[in-house]
């Protein structure tokens, strides 16, 4: 069983949280999932639902996997030193650190990214990068891995990335089954980024 601690901010974007949570959650006895924020209590979203945050920065919990969103609520988030240090904390001992769309610009901006390989949402690239100029960012790419580091090019390949872990620590037959409990048509090649071209990256 791992903890997953999915950090959730005034502005998350829904589907980059729960698209994963869906199918981490299909796998219950693997995964224990909890809803992060500074404060416990309900949390409103980019698309204006809120979500319960069950568990607080400041409990001094410790989670095998750090989930960071994207979404507009990030841009405030990257002058919270509070968050970002708790960030940093959190990321140095978890086992596996996860982000989707523009949640790699507060894992870049907290230093856990200097070095690695990661990507963003291609709408706002630049402006991600800006954010981690120690970084080296991968323009095409649906997601990347890097060590125990994954990230996500934007929204919906949240869960293109959330199967790969799946495979990565539970097989391929695994992620297969959760994919089609979800009904959802799995793109497995990490490479394949046809948003790269579309939003001019290339």
């Known amino acids: 069983m791992r903890t997953i601690g999915a950090l959730i901010f005034p502005g998350f974007e829904l589907l980059d ?59 405030p988030g990257l002058n919270d030193t509070d968050l970002l240090d708790w960030i940093a904390r959190t990321a140095q001992q978890a086992e596996y650190v996860l982000s989707v769309c523009t949640g790699s610009a507060l894992l870049a901006k907290a230093g856990v990214l200097d070095g690695r390989r990661a990507t963003s949402n291609k709408a706002a690239f ?40 799946i495979e990565h620590l539970h097989g391929t037959e695994q992620a297969e089954d959760v994919a089609l409990i979800c009904e959802y048509e799995w793109h497995r090649d990490a490479a394949r980024d046809p948003f790269t071209l579309a939003h001019g990256l290339v």
């Open 17 to 75: 949280l729960f698209g994963p949570m869906e199918m981490f959650g299909h796998l219950a006895d693997d995964f224990d999932l909890t809803l992060v924020a500074q404060d416990r209590g309900a949390v409103r979203s980019a698309q204006k639902l809120a979500a319960v945050a069950e568990a607080g920065t400041g409990d001094g919990t410790q989670y095998d996997i750090l989930f960071v969103p994207g979404g507009p609520g990030v841009r």
């Open 126 to 165: 630049d402006w991600v990068v800006s954010q981690g100029p120690d970084v080296d960012w991968q323009r095409q790419a649906r997601w990347v891995q890097d060590g125990r580091f994954f990230t996500s090019s934007g929204v919906s390949a949240g869960m293109d990335m959330t199967l790969a872990v």
